[in-house]
């Protein structure tokens, strides 16, 4: 059964320290997102890969938040330095192609104190 | 900007009772649409989705969606709810001829009494 694999789960961190989240897509995808869950702001896209590349990654504070992907198999969200306002769910989630479905991981639930 | 706006932020209904929750889109193009739910503690699921052609589209669980063009609105029905309907649900956009982004509304929130 072809799934999105988040790790970690959940994850509690003190402000300052940094936070690193690992997706691993779907095998054969070539579209990964990263999206931010809250209760007052919803699912706000963080950035977006297609074929490894950066497409947009408008969605994400530059001065503390970094995507990559350093190859096929895995892509990371990173924090330095996380701050308790970044406490939220965050879910990756891939796609084959423009336009088709995302399938969603677990996500991670970051809690900074 | 791009936005999907779901009216409803929180609905509560009794078992049995019809469902619709509302959404609207400010693409102007060519889109493709969803519905996602996300039931409690969970991650998102597709629900149904639309790319063309008939615009009454089905999903799982009894749940179906009518894309209106002239409206701006993908609404999401189900005629009889039920208790394990209980989640959240989103509506989502992805503008064809922009980029490929999938833009989420702010959800909807169903509870339904046993």
């Known amino acids: 059964d072809a799934r999105v694999t988040q790790t970690p789960r959940h994850k509690v961190t003190e402000m300052g320290q940094e936070v690193t989240m690992r997706c691993q897509p779907i095998?054969?995808?070539?579209?990964v997102f990263w999206y931010r869950q809250t209760m007052m702001q919803g699912l706000e896209l963080l950035a977006y890969?297609?074929?490894?590349?950066?497409?947009?990654d408008s969605g994400m504070p530059k001065d503390r938040f970094s995507a990559e992907m350093p190859d096929a198999t895995l892509a990371t969200l990173k924090i330095q330095p996380s701050e308790p306002r970044d406490s939220a769910v965050y879910f990756c989630?891939?796609?084959?192609?423009?336009?088709?479905?995302?399938?969603f991981g677990q996500g991670t639930r970051l809690t900074v104190v | 900007a791009q936005s999907v706006s779901q009216h409803n932020h929180h609905v509560i209904l009794s078992e049995a009772a019809s469902l619709e929750l509302g959404c609207n889109y400010s693409?102007?193009?060519?889109?493709?649409l969803f519905w996602y739910v996300q039931y409690p503690g969970q991650h998102l699921q597709l629900l149904l989705k639309?790319?063309?052609?008939?615009?009454l589209v089905k999903g799982i669980k009894g749940f179906e969606a009518e894309f209106i063009k002239s409206k701006f609105s993908f609404n999401l029905r189900k005629p009889s709810v039920q208790w394990s309907d209980t989640a959240e649900y989103f509506c989502?956009?992805?503008?064809?001829?922009?980029?490929?982004?999938?833009?989420f509304g702010k959800g909807t929130r169903l509870h339904i009494l046993p």
């Open positions: 989630a891939s796609g084959f192609q423009a336009g088709l479905e995302a399938f």
């Open positions: 095998l054969g995808h070539n579209t």
């Open positions: 890969f297609r074929n490894r590349a950066p497409l947009d």
């Open positions: 693409y102007g193009g060519t889109v493709n």
């Open positions: 639309y790319f063309s052609g008939d615009p």
């Open positions: 989502a956009v992805n503008d064809q001829n922009r980029d490929d982004k999938i833009i």
